[in-house]
C-alpha cells in the first residue's frame, strides 16, 4: 500500500473538513466566518496538495442538505422563541436534536457542529429568562407552562453533554475553532511518521468505500455476534475514521469517560459497549490511553457474562485474552508505563505520550483481570458437557491461557512485583499439576501445533486489522507461544519454587497441594508424603477455604492412589479410608453432586456446591479410587479378621469394609460379581478360605485397571499382596488345626518363594501373631500350643474389664477432685484405646464439606484472612526454597523441628492404621 | 569400592582442612588413583595459606621441581600478610606471652577489657587483629598458635558472633590436632550454644547441626567413650531431624554406633523404624543390614549385607582406623562390629527357632564350625542364650519360654491391686481433709 495514497487521502479528509466549516459558514452563522477562515489557512499549509475529488462533490451535497435543514430549525425556534411559545420551541428542539445525529453521521466528525452549540447557547440564555420573568411565567398557558418546565429538564440534561464546548463558545465566540485546530496541528506534529499515516490510512479508506469500512469492522469484530453492529456504533466509527487528524486526545478521552460512565445503565448494550471501547482503542493517541481503554474493554467483555452460574462466551473470552497480550505488548514496550490499583491517577495521566520520561500510572490490576479470565475458562468448563466436542475444543483453548499466564509472570517477574507473580504462577501450577507426563506431552504439542499453524494466517491478520486502524500500533513483543519445559515436573518445580518464596500463605497453601498431587501423580509417594507432612497442611486444612479443601481432597486421594501403586497398602487405606467413611466422596472430591436422603439440601447449597464442580477432565476416577481403597482395606482386614475371630468387634480396621461384608454376606445369593464392590467382595471371600489365585483373578477382572498408567507391574505388585494376605490368612485361620506345617507345604500352596514365607511367617512370629516356632531342620512350623482354653480366654476378658473398671474408678475420681496428686501409671493414657469410638481414626481429619459448610467455609475463611492459625507452611516452603533443586532431588531439604513434626505426624499417619498387626 | 565412599557427601559439611584427613585415607586405601587424590589436595589447598605444602604436592604430583608462577605469587603474599597481621596483633600477643601480665586479668570480661584498654593500650582494635591472626594461622596449618590464639581471644571477645566462629576455629584446630578430650569440651561447649542461641532462620540452625555432626564424627570415632556419645548426640530429636532432612547419609555412622554399643538397647528400636522410613533416601550396607535382620527378617540377605558391611567399614575413614599393634595393624570397629552384627541375627534367630541345624547356623554367622561351637556354647555359659546343643543331631534346642497362663493373669491383676489402694487412699485423704477445714 502506497503511503503516497494515503497522503492524498489524509489531505482529502482535510479537505473535507474546511467544507464542514464551509458548510457552517453557510447555515447562518456568520460569527464564525474568521475562525473558519483561520482553519482554513492551517489547514491548507498542512495539506500541500489539494485533489478534487468526485465523490466530494456528492458529499458536500448532502451535508449542505443536513446544514440547511438544520439553519431552519435554528430559524423556528428562533420564531418561537420571540412568540414565547415553549410548546413548539420544545418540538423544534427534539428535531434539532436528531439532526445533530444525522449532521454528525453525514460529516463524520466527532465535533459538534457550532451552529448547535450556538443553538443552545441561544436556547440556555433564552430559558434562563423565562425562568427569570415570573410574571410572564404565571401568564402562561398551561400547556405552555408545562412545555417551559420539560424543556428546562431536557436543556439542562442535554448541555451537560457539550458543557465544555458552551463555555469555549461563550467565553469566547469568535476564536474558539481557530484553538481546536492549532491543538490538532500540533498534536499531529507531534506524532511520528508512521503514526501519522495510519490514521489518514483509515480515513482514506472510509471515505473511498464506506462499504468497506463496514466490512473492515466485521472484521475487527471476528465474532458472529458482532454483525449486529447498532447503527450508534457504526456512527461512531465513522465519526472518527473521518477525522483522523482531528481526533485529539481529549476527544478520545471524552468519549471514554462517555462510554464507561454508560456503563452498568439500563440500555447499554454489553456487546455495544465492548465495540465501542475496542474501537477506541485503535484511535488512542498515547500508549497509556490505549492501555487505560484497554482496561475497561476487558472490564467490558467481562460484564458481557450473563449471570454467575453461566460462563462467558468463548469467542469473547479468547478476545479478552488477546486484549491482555496487547496490554502486555504495551507495557512492555514502555517500560515506564505503571499499572496499578491502589492509587487514583491523575485525570490527565494518559495524555503523556509515548515520549514522555517519568513513570505514568495506570489504573489496572492484571492479575485481577488474569484470575478473573482463568475462572471463566474453568466455569465454562465445568458447564459445557464432557462429552461434546466442544469441551474438546474449548480444553484447547488452554494454551492460550497458559501462554498468557507466562507473559504476565514474567512482565510481574521483571517488575518486581513477586507476590502478584506468585499468584499468577498459582494460576499456572493448578492448570498443569494434574496433567500425568501423557497429557502434559499432548497438551505441549497441541500448543505448537497450534501456534505454528494459525500464526501465519493469524499474525497477518492481526497486523492488517491493526495497522490499518490503531493510532498507537503495538508490535507483538511478548511471545505468542507458550514454551513448556520437556518434563511438567520440571515446569511444576520453577513455579512452585517462585510461589513458595513470594507467595502469601494460602498461594502457598494451594500450591503445596498442588506440588504433593503431582509428585503422587507421578508415584513419588515419599516425596509426597513428606510434603504433606512437614507442610501440617492436615492441621490446618480445616481453617482453609472450601476450594483448598477440595483440592487436599484431591491430593489425599492422589497420594492414597500414589501409595497403592507403589504397593504400601497400608499407608493407602489411611489415606483413603476417611475419605470413604462418610460415603460422601464425590461431594469431597467435587466431582458430582450427591444424593443424601437424610439432608434436604437448599437450593442455595446446592448451587454453591455445583459451584464447587471440578471439570470433567480433572476428576479422579472415582471407581479406580474405589476400587484401590477396597482393595486395600480387603488387603488389611482379611488377615485381620482372621487374627481376631474370637473377638471380630475389637480391632476394626475399615468400618466401611466391614459394613460391605456384612451386607453381601447377609444375601441369599451372589451373583456373578457385577460392579466394583461385588468385586471386592466376591475377592475376598476367596480371601478368607486363603484361595489367592481366585481372589486375584476376580481383581483382575476389573475394568478400572486400564486406567493405570504401569497396569502390568501394578498388577503384579497385587498379586504378591494377595498371595502374602493369603498365607497369612491361612495360617492364623487354621493354625489350630496344626501341630507343624512345612515350608515346602506353603510353598506350593501359596506359589511363594521359600525366603517369601520364610520372612512372612518371622514377620509373623515375631510381633507375637503366631504362637509358633521354626524348626530349622526340618524346615518346618511348630505351632505350640497356646490356645486358651475357654476358662482362661473368660480369665482374660476378665482381668481386661476389671482394668477398665479401675481405670474409669481413676477417672472418675480424678474429674472430681480435679486430678490433684493422682499420679496415675501413664500407660493408662494407651490403654484408653480400649475405649469405642476410637476406631472412627480422628474423623475430624478429612475436612468436612458438610452441608453446613457455606456457613462453616466462610467462618474457616474469617479465621483465615483474620490470622487464625499461622499456617506452618512457611516452614516447609523455606527449606524447599533452600533447595538446590539444580543438583536434583531434596538434598538441600531442612527445617527445624520440621523432621520433628514429620516424626509425630507420622506416627499419625501410622496411628490411622494401628492395630493392623496386633 | 568407591560406591559406598561417602566423602563427596561429609566433604561440603566440613572446614577445607578437615578434609585432609579424609583424603589421606583415601589415599592410603587407593580407592581413587592417586593423581586424583593429589589434583584434589591441591585443589583444596589454593584457598588456604599452606602454599608450600601445595608446592610439594605439586611437585610430587608431576614429577617436576617447577612451580606454577601463581603459587609462588601466592606465598609472597602470604608471607606479606602473616607479617601484617603478625604486627597488628603484636601489643596483645606479647602482653599474653607474659605470664606475670596475665595473671592480672580476671573472670570479668569488662574489667578486663577496661585494664588493657588503660594499662595495655590494648583497644578492641588489637583484639579483633588477634583473631584475624589466629585465623591466618589456622589457615597456614599452624593449628596449636591457633588454638592458643582463639583460647585467648575467646577471653576477650565481646561479639557473641565472633565467639563463636571462634569457637568453630578451636574445635576444628583441636581435631587437626588430634586432642580429643579438648576437641570433645569444645565440641559440647559448641553444642549448648547452637541449640540456645535464636538463630536468624531455622535454616541456619539445622545448618549448623549437620556442620557439628560432621565434625564430631572425627572425636566420636577416636575418643574412648564416643560410640556412646554419638548415639547420645545424633539421636536426640533435632538432631535425628537434621540428619533425615539434610544428611541422611550420617545414618551410617549411627548405625554402627548403635551395633557396636550394647548399652543403648532401648532407643535401638526407635531407630529401626527410623531406618525402615529412610531407606529410600539412604541406604548403605549397614543400614540394609539391620533392616533385614530387624524389618524383613532375612537372614541370608543379613549375612550378604555383613560382608559387604566389612568392605564399606575398611573403606570408611571414621570407621576403618587402623591400629598398629607390633606388626599388624588391625581395624578394631570391624571385629567389633562384625561380632556384634553376628549376635543380632543369631539373637534374632533364636527367637523365632525351636530347633536350628548348626551348621546352617554357622554359615549365615559367617564361623566355621568349631569356632561357631565355642561362640554358642559361651552364649549359653554366659546365660545370655536360654537353649542347649545336642550334639548327636548337630542342633541347638531352644528351651520354650511359654509364660504361664497363671503367670500372666497375676501380672495383669497385680496392678489393679496397687492402684485400688492408691485409688482409696487418696479419697480417704480427700474425705479426711473436708472436715478439717
Known amino acids: ?918 | 569400592m568407591a560406591t559406598y565412599d561417602l566423602t563427596p557427601r561429609i566433604g561440603p559439611n566440613l572446614d577445607r582442612h578437615l578434609v585432609f584427613p579424609l583424603l589421606e585415607f583415601l589415599q592410603e586405601r587407593q580407592l581413587y588413583p592417586d593423581e586424583q587424590i593429589l589434583k584434589a589436595k591441591i585443589e583444596l589447598l589454593n584457598k588456604t595459606n599452606m602454599v608450600d605444602y601445595a608446592m610439594d604436592i605439586h611437585k610430587s604430583l608431576y614429577h617436576t621441581d617447577d612451580v606454577p608462577q601463581d603459587m609462588v605469587e601466592r606465598r609472597v603474599e602470604v608471607v606479606a600478610r602473616l607479617k601484617a597481621l603478625e604486627d597488628a596483633a603484636a601489643p596483645l600477643v606479647t602482653f599474653l606471652q607474659n605470664p606475670n601480665a596475665v595473671q592480672e586479668l580476671r573472670a570479668d570480661k569488662q574489667y578486663n577489657l577496661q585494664m588493657l584498654n588503660d594499662r595495655y593500650q590494648i583497644g578492641p582494635d588489637q583484639i579483633e587483629a588477634l583473631y584475624q591472626y589466629a585465623k591466618f594461622q589456622f589457615e597456614c596449618g599452624n593449628y596449636s598458635g591457633a588454638a592458643d590464639y582463639l583460647y585467648q581471644y575467646r577471653a576477650l571477645c565481646t561479639n557473641s558472633e565472633r565467639s563463636l566462629s571462634a569457637l568453630w576455629g578451636k574445635l576444628a584446630a583441636e581435631i587437626l590436632m588430634q586432642n580429643w578430650d579438648i576437641a570433645l569440651e569444645e565440641l559440647n561447649r559448641l553444642k549448648e550454644i547452637i541449640d540456645s542461641k535464636s538463630f536468624s532462620s531455622p535454616l541456619n540452625q539445622v545448618q549448623s547441626r549437620i556442620w557439628l555432626m560432621h565434625w564430631s564424627l572425627f572425636i566420636f570415632f577416636n575418643h574412648d567413650n564416643g560410640r556412646t556419645q554419638i548415639i547420645d548426640l545424633f539421636n536426640q530429636d533435632k538432631y535425628l531431624n537434621a540428619i533425615q532432612t539434610s544428611a541422611p547419609h550420617l545414618l551410617r555412622y549411627l548405625a554402627t554406633a548403635f551395633i557396636v554399643n550394647k548399652r543403648r538397647r532401648p532407643q535401638f528400636k526407635e531407630f529401626i523404624k527410623v531406618i525402615q522410613q529412610d531407606q529410600c533416601s539412604y541406604k548403605d550396607p549397614i543400614t540394609e543390614f539391620l533392616a533385614c535382620v530387624y524389618v524383613n527378617y532375612e537372614f541370608d540377605g543379613a549375612q550378604k549385607k555383613m560382608k559387604e558391611c566389612e568392605e564399606v567399614i575398611l573403606n570408611d575413614p571414621f570407621l576403618g582406623k587402623r591400629v598398629e599393634e607390633g606388626n599388624f595393624s588391625t581395624v578394631p570397629l570391624k571385629d567389633e562390629f562384625l561380632e556384634n552384627a553376628r549376635l543380632f541375627i543369631f539373637e534374632t534367630y533364636c527367637r523365632i527357632h525351636q530347633r536350628i541345624d548348626m551348621g546352617v547356623l554357622f554359615e549365615k554367622l559367617n564361623l566355621n564350625y568349631e569356632e561357631g561351637e565355642r561362640w554358642i556354647v559361651n552364649l549359653i555359659r554366659n546365660s545370655k542364650l536360654d537353649a542347649k546343643i545336642d550334639s548327636k543331631t548337630g542342633t541347638v534346642i531352644m528351651e520354650p519360654n511359654q509364660p504361664n497362663v497363671y503367670e500372666q493373669l497375676i501380672d495383669h491383676t497385680k496392678a489393679l491391686q496397687g492402684r485400688t489402694y492408691k485409688l482409696v487412699g487418696q479419697l480417704l485423704e480427700h474425705a479426711q481433709a473436708q472436715p478439717a477445714r
Not at chain 1, 490514521?199 to 471476528?222: L, N, R, T
Not at chain 1, 481376631?644 to 475389637?650: E, G, I, M
Not at chain 1, 486375584?696 to 498371595?723: P, Q
Not at chain 1, 476406631?839 to 459448610?853: E, I, K, T, V
Open chain 1, 1 to 918: 500500500m502506497a503511503s503516497k495514497f494515503w497522503t492524498q487521502g489524509g489531505s482529502d479528509t482535510e479537505e473535507e473538513e474546511t467544507d464542514i466549516e464551509d458548510e457552517i459558514e453557510n447555515g447562518g452563522a456568520g460569527e464564525t466566518a474568521a475562525a473558519a477562515a483561520g482553519s482554513r489557512y492551517l489547514q491548507t499549509n498542512a495539506s500541500d496538495s489539494d485533489d478534487s475529488d468526485g465523490q466530494k462533490r456528492v458529499v458536500r451535497s448532502a451535508k449542505d442538505k443536513r446544514f440547511e435543514e438544520m439553519a431552519s430549525t435554528v430559524d423556528q425556534m428562533k420564531n418561537a422563541m420571540k412568540i414565547n411559545d415553549w410548546v413548539s420551541l420544545q418540538e423544534s428542539f427534539d428535531k434539532i436534536n436528531k439532526q445533530l445525529e444525522k449532521v454528525m453521521r453525514v460529516t463524520e466528525s466527532d465535533r459538534v457542529p457550532n451552529l448547535y452549540i450556538k443553538c443552545l447557547v441561544m436556547l440556555e440564555d433564552f430559558l434562563a429568562e423565562a425562568l427569570a420573568n415570573k410574571e410572564a411565567k404565571k401568564k402562561m398557558s398551561s400547556s405552555n407552562h408545562k412545555a417551559l418546565n420539560a424543556m428546562k429538564q431536557k436543556l439542562k440534561k442535554n448541555n451537560k453533554q457539550y458543557e465544555e464546548l458552551i463555555n469555549k463558545y461563550r467565553e469566547n465566540p469568535e476564536s474558539e475553532e481557530e484553538k481546536f485546530e492549532d491543538e490538532n496541528e500540533d498534536e499531529d506534529e507531534d506524532e511520528s511518521g508512521s503514526e501519522l499515516e495510519d490514521p489518514s490510512q483509515i480515513a482514506a479508506e472510509s471515505s473511498d468505500e464506506d462499504d468497506e469500512g463496514e466490512d473492515m469492522d466485521d472484521d475487527d469484530a471476528d465474532g458472529a455476534w458482532e454483525k449486529k453492529l447498532s447503527k450508534k456504533e457504526k456512527l461512531m466509527d465513522r465519526e472518527f475514521k473521518k477525522d483522523p487528524s482531528e481526533i485529539t486526545w481529549d476527544t478520545v478521552n471524552k468519549k471514554f469517560k462517555e462510554v464507561v460512565a454508560a456503563r452498568g445503565r439500563k440500555g447499554t448494550g454489553k456487546f455495544e459497549q465492548v465495540e465501542q471501547l475496542t474501537f477506541l482503542t485503535k484511535v488512542a493517541k498515547t500508549p497509556a490511553q490505549k492501555l487505560e481503554i484497554l482496561f475497561s474493554v476487558i472490564s467490558a467483555q467481562f460484564d458481557v457474562n450473563p449471570g454467575l452460574s453461566g460462563h462467558m462466551p468463548i469467542n469473547v473470552w479468547k478476545k479478552c485474552v488477546q486484549n491482555m497480550l496487547v496490554i502486555l505488548d504495551i507495557l512492555v514496550q514502555y517500560p515506564n508505563i505503571v499499572v496499578d490499583d491502589r492509587v487514583e491517577p491523575d485525570e490527565n495521566e494518559t495524555q503523556k505520550g509515548a515520549d514522555y520520561d517519568g513513570t505514568i500510572r495506570v489504573w489496572g490490576n492484571l492479575v485481577a483481570f488474569l484470575e478473573r479470565i482463568d475462572n471463566e475458562f474453568f466455569k465454562s468448563l465445568q458447564c459445557i458437557d464432557p462429552h461434546t466436542r466442544e469441551y474438546v475444543e474449548r480444553l484447547r483453548d488452554e494454551p492460550l491461557f497458559l501462554v498468557l499466564a507466562q507473559n504476565v509472570q514474567e512482565y510481574l517477574e521483571r517488575i518486581g512485583d513477586l507476590k502478584s507473580a506468585a499468584k499468577v504462577a498459582l494460576r499456572r501450577v493448578e492448570l498443569v499439576y494434574y496433567k500425568p507426563q501423557e497429557v502434559y506431552d499432548a497438551m505441549r504439542k497441541l500448543a505448537e501445533l497450534s501456534e505454528d499453524g494459525e500464526t501465519d494466517g493469524d499474525e497477518t491478520k492481526v497486523e492488517e486489522t491493526r495497522g490499518t486502524s490503531a493510532f498507537v500500533v503495538t508490535p507483538e513483543l511478548v511471545s505468542r507461544k507458550p514454551t513448556f519445559p520437556e518434563n511438567s515436573r520440571a515446569l511444576m518445580d520453577i513455579l512452585v519454587t517462585l510461589i513458595y518464596k513470594s507467595g502469601d500463605e494460602r498461594t502457598k497453601a494451594r500450591a503445596m497441594l498442588c506440588d504433593i498431587y503431582h509428585h503422587a501423580l507421578f508415584d513419588e509417594f515419599s516425596i509426597a508424603r513428606d510434603l504433606l507432612l512437614m507442610s501440617h497442611l492436615q492441621d490446618n486444612i480445616q481453617h482453609m477455604d472450601v476450594s483448598t479443601q477440595i483440592l487436599f481432597n484431591r491430593a489425599m486421594a492422589q497420594v492414597g492412589l500414589c501409595a497403592f501403586r507403589v504397593g504400601l497398602i497400608a499407608e493407602g487405606h489411611g489415606c483413603l479410608s476417611e475419605l470413604y467413611s462418610g460415603g460422601r466422596v464425590k461431594e469431597l472430591l467435587a466431582q458430582g453432586v450427591s444424593q443424601s436422603r437424610y439432608h434436604e439440601k437448599t437450593p442455595e447449597q446446592e448451587r454453591l456446591e455445583r459451584r464447587r464442580q471440578m471439570p470433567y477432565h480433572m476428576h479422579i476416577n472415582l471407581e479406580l479410587l474405589e476400587a484401590v481403597h477396597l482393595i486395600c482395606a480387603m488387603l488389611l482386614e482379611v488377615p485381620n479378621m482372621a487374627a481376631n475371630s474370637l473377638d471380630a468387634k475389637r480391632n476394626v480396621i475399615s468400618k466401611t469394609f466391614r459394613r460391605l461384608l456384612e451386607v453381601s454376606e447377609r444375601q441369599p445369593f451372589t451373583g456373578p460379581p457385577d460392579n466394583v464392590r461385588d468385586h471386592v467382595m466376591a475377592a475376598t471371600r476367596a480371601l478368607c478360605k486363603g484361595d489367592f489365585q481366585k481372589a486375584f483373578d476376580v481383581i483382575n477382572s476389573l475394568d478400572v485397571w486400564k486406567l493405570l498408567r504401569n497396569r502390568e507391574s501394578v498388577l503384579e505388585m497385587l498379586k504378591a499382596k494377595i498371595k502374602e494376605e493369603a498365607l497369612r490368612t491361612y495360617l492364623f485361620t487354621y493354625c489350630s488345626s496344626y501341630d507343624t506345617l512345612g515350608l515346602d507345604q506353603l510353598t506350593k500352596m501359596f506359589d511363594l518363594s521359600d525366603a517369601q514365607i520364610h520372612s512372612i511367617v518371622s514377620k509373623m512370629l515375631v510381633n507375637d501373631e503366631l504362637h509358633a516356632s521354626w524348626d530349622q531342620p526340618t524346615r518346618c512350623i511348630i505351632f505350640h500350643d497356646v490356645e486358651y482354653s475357654r476358662f482362661q480366654a473368660l480369665a482374660f476378658q476378665l482381668t481386661e474389664k476389671l482394668s477398665i473398671l479401675a481405670e474409669s474408678n481413676e477417672r472418675a475420681v480424678e474429674a472430681r477432685f480435679g486430678g490433684g496428686g493422682l499420679d496415675l501409671p501413664l500407660r493408662r493414657r494407651d490403654n484408653q484405646e480400649y475405649a469405642p469410638g476410637t476406631a472412627g481414626g480422628g474423623g475430624g481429619r478429612w475436612p468436612d464439606l458438610s452441608y453446613n459448610q457455606g456457613r462453616q467455609g466462610s467462618s474457616g475463611r474469617a479465621a483465615y484472612t483474620g490470622g487464625g492459625r499461622p499456617l506452618a507452611l512457611g516452614q516447609a516452603s523455606r527449606d524447599r526454597s533452600g533447595q538446590s533443586r539444580g543438583t536434583g532431588g531434596y538434598s538441600g531439604r531442612a527445617g527445624s523441628g520440621m523432621r520433628g513434626s514429620q516424626m509425630d505426624a507420622s506416627a499419625r499417619m501410622v496411628s490411622l492404621n494401628r492395630g493392623v498387626r496386633g
